[in-house]
């Protein structure tokens, strides 16, 4: 039996075929936003799947999914480079993430850098799709690699992708509450708990 949400576990990349999985996922449709959203998912798997949730990474996803709403991407770009430390080891500690080994740690700061590529691709030089589309295929690999369960990407389909990113709409507060519980286990919802 599958997973009840749509998910897969490995198996995702067709082939070890990046055009295959695009066209699969149907990636080139879905906005900016969209793909945002699933990296932000993917985070959190990643974070489940590593037992990661500390208050201070639960404050991180908050911000992250932030992104979606944002009317102002470049402040939002702004903050997260103050909130986010370049390296690992700050990184590591900024976010009490030293109970963990240091190979888990640069696997999970990958990831994040991965979001941060899709959230700022076609943010400065104009849309060019694979700018987002190619930093979201690493994070689908990546997580296949490592078994974590990957989201239904189904649902974002419904956030089409525009050639102007300022016509790229906002995620829906409808499809934020579709997503959460189905991608991420309720994660989100800890998160907001713990942060009051």
């Known amino acids: ?22 066209r699969q996922y149907k990636i080139a449709e879905i906005s900016i936003r969209g793909r945002m959203g699933y990296t932000i998912t993917c985070f959190e798997q990643t974070i489940i799947f590593y037992k990661a949730q500390t208050p201070q990474i639960c404050k991180l996803i908050s911000f992250l999914w932030s992104y979606t709403l944002s009317t102002r ?3 939002w770009d702004e903050q997260f480079r103050q909130t986010v430390p370049g390296n690992i080891k700050d990184f590591s ?6 109970f963990m080994d240091d190979k888990t740690c640069v696997f999970i700061f990958g990831i994040l850098e991965d979001v941060y590529e899709v959230a700022t691709g076609n943010l400065y030089g104009g849309y060019v799709s694979s700018y987002t589309e190619t930093p979201l295929i690493h994070i689908i690999e990546k997580l296949s690699v490592k078994n974590i369960i990957l989201p239904a990407m189904a649902p974002l389909v419904i956030s ?3 050639k102007n990113m300022d016509g790229d709409d906002l995620l829906p507060k409808v499809l934020l509450k579709i997503m959460e519980p189905s991608y991420s286990k309720g994660l989100f919802s800890q998160c907001l708990q713990i942060l009051g």
């Open 1 to 22: 039996m599958g997973d009840p949400y749509g998910r897969k576990k490995t198996g995702q990349i067709v082939n070890g075929n990046m055009k295959n999985t695009m």
């Open 73 to 75: 991407l470049d402040l």
């Open 93 to 98: 500690e900024r976010f009490c993430l030293q």
């Open 160 to 162: 089409k992708a525009s």
